[in-house]
């Protein structure tokens, strides 16, 4: 089965603390891609990283990280020194490459609410 | 750039009205999506479409109709609205290559009916 499980609903912190979203995939494909997306309380979706099956090299862009790791098949983001403006729903998405269609499983998505 | 636009941002059906929701994308994918997302959950996938003419169903079909006459428009189409039917729609499209794979959404629409 493809599954994208993101275990926290909420996550509430104070300004400027770092913080990390879980996110957790299922799949019998050995090449797919997964996706992490931003919901801010205006509803549209807005496109923050992709990450290839065949690329665990982790990145860094800004005060954003993420962190592959196929062996426990997660696929977490940590948002550094966190601002008011993160508030927002993030999330995990997964595409499995044998579907040639592009369509993306969602998990539940994670509430992050960054108090001032 | 207009990416993916959707008509319209809210819309109040009666139970057993019908309506469609109009998406068109200015990027030329090939593919194209419709989502729902109900109060705190992830977005589920209603239809889609591979290309102009070609649409299959996804997991909550059911209610909806769909059809792909050309390259830039996905209309969704709700016959015999129902209150299971409450809920934001997201239309999307993206690349088919390996490499562009990310998906670019609309604005949304928010549909309620009573």
């Known amino acids: 089965a493809q599954k994208v499980t993101q275990a926290q609903t909420e996550i509430s912190v104070v300004e400027k603390e770092d913080v990390t979203l879980d996110c957790v995939y299922e799949?019998?494909?050995?090449?797919?891609?997964l996706f992490w997306y931003k919901q801010p309380p205006s509803g549209e979706l807005v496109f923050l990283i992709r990450?290839?099956?065949?690329?665990?090299q982790n990145e860094i862009s800004g005060r954003y990280s993420w962190n592959f790791q196929k062996s426990t098949s997660s696929f977490n983001f940590t948002i550094t020194a966190s601002q008011v403006v993160d508030s927002a729903v993030y999330f995990c998405?997964?595409?499995?490459?044998?579907?040639?269609?592009?369509?993306?499983?969602f998990g539940q998505g994670t509430t992050l609410q960054v108090k001032p | 750039n207009a990416g993916v636009t959707q008509t319209p941002k809210f819309r109040i059906l009666k139970i057993g009205q019908s309506m469609t929701l109009q998406c068109t994308q200015d990027?030329?994918?090939?593919?194209m999506y419709w989502y729902r997302q109900d109060p705190g959950m992830g977005l589920k996938l209603i239809y889609y479409?591979?290309?102009?003419?070609?649409?299959d169903k996804g997991e909550v079909p059911n209610g909806y109709n769909v059809s792909r006459s050309t390259t830039e428009d996905f209309p969704l189409r709700l016959e015999l609205a129902a209150p299971s039917q409450t809920s934001v729609y997201f239309c999307?499209?993206?690349?088919?290559?390996?490499?562009?794979?990310?998906?670019?959404f609309g604005q949304g629409t928010r549909l309620t009916v009573v």
């Open positions: 999307a499209s993206s690349y088919s290559t390996r490499e562009n794979t990310e998906a670019f």
């Open positions: 990450r290839n099956s065949f690329d665990e």
């Open positions: 990027m030329n994918h090939n593919y």
């Open positions: 479409s591979v290309g102009a003419g070609i649409t």
């Open positions: 799949t019998r494909d050995t090449t797919y891609y």
């Open positions: 998405a997964l595409v499995f490459g044998s579907s040639n269609t592009g369509k993306l499983i």
